[in-house]
């Protein structure tokens, strides 16, 4: 078949192999993990723009259904660990952007324009190679700028609630230094319990611990075309895609990305009047379900994704009770615990955007004028920072050589 790579033939040559267990089990932790370690970024984003506790638990509930079902699709499809995510650094932007104007419809309406984008990337190849093109220090400082004023809350929160703050550090720093992958959904774990045991939070439970969807009519403006859908749909495309492409090529697996961004925005169409924000291929999971641990057999690896997709929906059983423990906790405290999940992601961001001396000044302007929060007719400040910033790197790039 043209374009197809050795490894595809291989696992269209043993479809068959039976189930794996390390890959079933390794697709169930990739579930827990991921849910436990960014839902915090998630609701804090929502929440940000707009969106009540119903409509929160609606989103929770719809990305958890758009994930998991795309996951399971794309993997046994293509018999390989297509690893979905919901887009972690986009809800990052919302939590950073803040209130859009015309509330939480026009956040859905952005919902559907990046969905919308994405779909468009999937069948016409320039604008996929457009995003790509944009310098990755740029894009990295846009990220960077964006997670900046998340990744502080862990050590506000200290100040502000002394108790949960430490708690909820001490036990990041604990499981960090025996378990990293646990060290975060053990945090929010912690944070959740504490919550629970408070009597104004734990009488502020629902009547009902079932999950329900609530339809929001979208809502499409200028000002959350260019301050919300563009930034999102860069940051996803920039930090979740290309990334989770990346990740997959470098175990041997090559997935048809008209396929997989098709798959992904249609999923996100369908779910965004629900309030669900964009999902998209991941990048961190995937290393998981793609790696030897998953299974030595790289054609039995698919299901370790498939697993993960299963558990996804699973997991949306428990927006309801999530979703109003969290919505009713110090907004302080899920910032902290919102933070801590992205530490290493400001980390890499930042290391990315500093890295090349030609690209610095650029990279750092994008960075610093996206984390100073700058709105200008109603356009967010991540659309600023990466303005500033390319301009700044066209300028350095054309000035006279001496």
């Known amino acids: 078949m043209p374009g197809s790579s050795p490894l595809d033939r291989t696992v269209a040559a043993a479809p068959g192999s039976g189930l794996s267990p390390s890959a079933l089990a390794t697709g169930a932790v990739v579930a827990l993990v991921g849910y436990a370690s960014s839902v915090a970024v998630v609701i804090q984003g929502l929440s940000a723009v707009g ?14 259904f758009a994930m998991g079902l795309s996951a399971v699709v794309l993997s046994w499809r293509h018999r390989q660990p297509i690893s979905i995510a919901w887009t972690t650094p986009g809800m990052a932007l919302l939590a950073a952007t803040g209130p859009a104007a015309g509330g939480f419809p026009a956040a859905v309406g952005a919902f559907l324009m990046v969905a919308g984008l994405i779909m468009v990337a999937g069948l016409w190849t320039p604008l996929g190679r457009w995003i790509a093109a944009i310098p990755k220090p740029l894009a990295n400082g846009m990220l960077a700028g964006l997670l900046l004023k998340l990744c502080l809350a862990p050590f506000l929160a200290m100040g502000q609630a002394p108790g949960l703050g430490l708690l909820v550090l001490a036990v990041w720093a604990v499981v960090g230094r025996v378990a990293r992958l646990y060290a975060v959904p053990a945090a929010a774990a912690a944070a959740l319990a504490a919550l629970a045991m408070d009597p104004p939070l734990s009488g502020a439970l629902p009547a009902t611990l079932w999950p329900s969807l609530a339809l929001v009519t979208p809502d499409f403006t200028w000002e959350a075309l260019v301050g919300l859908a563009l930034p999102l749909f860069i ?12 990740v997959l090529a470098s175990f041997g697996y090559t997935p048809r990305v008209p396929s997989a961004f098709l798959a992904t925005g249609a999923a996100s169409a369908l779910a965004a009047p629900f309030g669900a924000p964009t999902v998209n291929l991941a990048a961190i999971t995937a290393a998981m379900c793609a790696g030897p641990d998953a299974d030595p057999q790289p054609a039995r690896r698919w299901q370790a994704a498939a697993t993960a997709g299963v558990g996804y929906i699973a997991l949306t059983a428990l927006a309801a009770v999530t979703a109003t423990l969290v919505t009713r906790s110090p907004p302080i405290l899920i910032e902290a615990v919102a933070g801590l999940a992205l530490i290493g992601a400001f980390g890499g961001a930042l290391l990315a955007a500093v890295q090349v001396e030609e690209e610095r000044m650029p990279a750092l302007v994008t960075l610093l004028v996206t ?4 709105s200008v007719f109603g356009v967010g400040a991540a659309f600023w920072g990466l303005l500033f910033g390319g301009a700044l790197h066209v300028l350095h790039r054309r000035r006279p050589a001496r």
């Open 51 to 64: 969106a009540d506790t119903a409509q929160i638990t609606s989103a929770l509930v719809a990305v958890g």
């Open 235 to 246: 940051v996803t495309m920039a930090s979740q895609n290309i990334p989770g492409l990346a």
């Open 371 to 374: 984390a100073s929060g700058l």
